[in-house]
């Protein structure tokens, strides 16, 4: 019998072994949905930065994406272990998508009012429903170091919202503060509960959660700078003025992919060790990664005078995230497959060159994506010179 003709099924932790491991649909359609909220976060750091608050903008952006990136990985690392699709961890699993959605519903007041109590519901509905399965794990562990890992889990996802409270009633200007202190908290959980017994997670399942995910963020920044380049056209017949922002963003997006994907992320992922460096650095790697698409949107409202900033500031809106993307590909697993220091320093120099085009004046998305496109191509050109490089080297 099949398990979705199953209700109830022993949530048994999946073997690492398992051949032939990949993302599921409800794992997709989860993905989807918390695109939402990264629409929201990069609609309001838009805004933020439009009307020339960056410093406040980005900061809030930070705490916001946090919010959604962590939701995210708590479920897809408990998938990778404890997936096992009968109706009830659907269910469960469902009621955690109607959370990120009440998330994305209070971004917005989170930004302009520093109001965090609906994303604090969303988030309470998510991180509640990720805690039973925690607890239904440790019901059916197969040994008391696995049943003292799931608890951990559960205790530490609920005692952290607990803490989450004090957002709602601190002064505002402690804000960030206390939320450092809490996601702290929060990445400290998984190290706590794991000293017990490590979690059975899948590599080449996380590498490739976290590889669509990817997809997902820079589709999203495609979708975004797509749309403001066609209001701006539209409403402003500013044609002129947006090819180059529209050719470089393009340049930008499709590069970020090829570097993303050169090599496969899964050789990298041998321990938790490994997995908690590679997981938790890639808050960065997604943040830059949507942040990009505001960026384009911000560089379209200058170009057509909707921005009141100058055009340093909206070049550096595409530029310095871009950036950040590279240096944080090139740090979490890129370098570990680079041989000589010509290969090592072609991410590294590539982002510094794509700060400097933030000077290009009014060309600076488009030569930005030049270099990143240029970046592509040497990467190419010294990899099949070395053939040491062609394939991955182990960890």
């Known amino acids: 019998m099949s398990p979705m003709r199953q209700p109830f099924l022993p949530l048994t932790a999946r073997s690492r072994e398992e051949s032939h ?26 805004h933020a930065i439009a009307e020339g608050h960056a410093g406040e903008g980005v900061l809030n952006y930070a705490m916001v994406f946090f919010a959604i990136w962590w939701a995210w990985m708590n479920f897809s690392w408990f998938a990778s272990a404890y997936d096992n699709d009968d109706v009830l961890y659907r269910i469960v699993t469902l009621v955690q998508i109607a959370g990120v959605l009440i998330l994305a519903a209070g971004v917005s007041r989170a930004f302009d009012d520093h109001d965090f109590l609906v994303v604090y519901l969303g988030y309470v509905v998510m991180r509640v429903a990720l805690a039973s399965q925690w607890l239904r794990a440790a019901r059916h562990a197969s040994s008391p170091e696995e049943r003292t890992m799931c608890r951990r889990y559960a205790g530490g996802v609920l005692a952290a919202q607990v803490g989450w409270l004090t957002l709602l009633v ?8 206390v939320f450092l202190v809490m996601a702290l908290v929060e990445l400290a959980v998984p190290v706590y509960a794991e000293k017990a017994a490590p979690s059975t997670w899948h590599p080449h399942h996380i590498a490739e959660r976290y590889g669509l995910f990817t997809i997902i963020v820079l589709g999203e920044s495609v979708a975004a700078a797509t749309v403001a380049v066609k209001t701006g056209v539209v409403e402003n017949d500013a044609l002129n003025e ?32 490994q997995g908690f460096l590679w997981g938790y650095g890639h808050y960065v790697i997604f943040a830059s990664a949507a942040a990009i698409g505001a960026g384009l949107e911000i560089a379209v409202e200058q170009a057509v005078g909707e921005a009141h900033i100058s055009t340093l500031a909206a070049s550096a809106a595409v530029t310095v995230p871009t ?21 090592q320093a072609v991410l590294p120099g590539s982002a510094a060159a794509i700060l400097l085009c933030s000077f290009a004046g009014s060309w600076a998305v488009l030569a930005a994506g030049l270099v990143a496109a240029a970046t592509v191509a040497i990467g190419v050109t010294l990899t099949a010179r070395n053939p040491a490089t062609r394939a991955p080297r182990p960890a």
Not at 25 to 45: K, W
Not at 329 to 339: E, P
């Open 242 to 273: 947006l090819l180059p922002i529209a050719a470089g963003g393009l340049l930008i997006v499709f590069s970020a992919w090829w570097i993303y994907f050169v090599v496969p992320a899964h050789d990298r992922l041998t321990d938790s060790r």
């Open 21 to 46: 491991r990949s993302a599921t649909p409800l794992e997709l359609f989860f993905d989807l949905c918390f695109v939402v909220a990264v629409a929201q976060a990069g609609v309001s750091l838009v």
């Open 323 to 343: 950036a950040v993307f590279l240096l944080s590909v090139w740090l979490l697993h890129a370098r570990h497959f680079k041989v000589g220091l010509a290969q």
């Open 170 to 177: 601190v002064p505002e200007g402690a804000l960030p503060w």
